[in-house]
T-cell receptor
Framework: SQTIHQWPATLVQPVGSPLSLECTVEGTSNPNLYWYRQAAGRGLQLLFYSVGIGQISSEVPQNLSASRPQDRQFILSSKKLLLSDSGFYLC???????????FGSGTQLSVL | KNQVEQSPQSLIILEGKNCTLQCNYTVSPFSNLRWYKQDTGRGPVSLTIMTFSENTKSNGRYTATLDADTKQSSLHITASQLSDSASYICVVSALNNDMRFGAGTRLTVKP
């Protein structure tokens, strides 16, 4: 069966520090991979999606970047965090055929 | 503009009672609609998926309806339990796989 791992679960970082959130998927090949951000009381905002290794599409201009160095690995990064980067970050995958999203357990990021 | 609106924003009910959550959308051309349940601090989990030709679909105590003409969906929860306390998110996909998320309804079930 397919599983998705996302870590860390919580992270507290000072403004200006770098960020690296990692997500890996097991049990499937060639998944579509996604990074979402969820602000408190708000809907999910798509940040990045990837249909293959090295292929990244960005939905909104921001202080973040994403990379997909391997088929089932998706990394969210920042060189210098801003206060506004605080939020709940979710990694997700979907198969190319179905489109149903399977989410990781999320990372609560607090930038202080 | 493709949008998904959910109501109410939040809801408090007593354990054992029923409730209905609403989702209105303008996504076009429509492909499918999913309801997700998101426990606090966790990732959303899919409850149901509905395509254009489906009017009703059940998953245990959860029943989703879809009216593709009026572009409305509802999620009915029967005999609520404390574990139903969560956010319920409506996600509508267009034929080009563009997915639009509602802001969710925060349900609290009290004993």
């Amino acid at each position: 069966s397919q599983t998705i791992h996302q870590w860390p679960a919580t992270l507290v970082q000072p403004v200006g520090s770098p960020l690296s959130l990692e997500c890996t998927v097991e049990g499937t090949s060639n998944p579509n991979l996604y990074w979402y951000r969820q602000a408190a009381g708000r809907g999910l905002q798509l940040l990045f999606y990837s249909v293959g290794i090295g292929q990244i599409s960005s939905e909104v201009p921001q202080n973040l970047s994403a990379s997909r160095p391997q088929d089932r690995q998706f990394i969210l990064s920042s060189k210098k965090l801003l206060l506004s980067d605080s939020g709940f970050y979710l990694c997700a995958w979907s198969s190319r055929a179905r489109g149903e999203l399977f989410f990781g357990s999320g990372t609560q990021l607090s930038v202080l | 503009k493709n949008q998904v609106e959910q109501s109410p924003q939040s809801l408090i009910i007593l354990e054992g009672k029923n409730c209905t959550l609403q989702c209105n959308y303008t996504v076009s051309p429509f492909s499918n609609l999913r309801w997700y349940k998101q426990d606090t601090g966790r990732g959303p989990v899919s409850l149901t998926i509905m395509t254009f030709s489906e009017n009703t679909k059940s998953n245990g105590r959860y029943t989703a309806t879809l009216d593709a003409d009026t572009k409305q969906s509802s999620l009915h929860i029967t005999a609520s339990q404390l574990s139903d306390s969560a956010s319920y998110i409506c996600v509508v996909s267009a034929l080009n796989n563009d997915m639009r998320f509602g802001a969710g309804t925060r349900l609290t079930v009290k004993p």
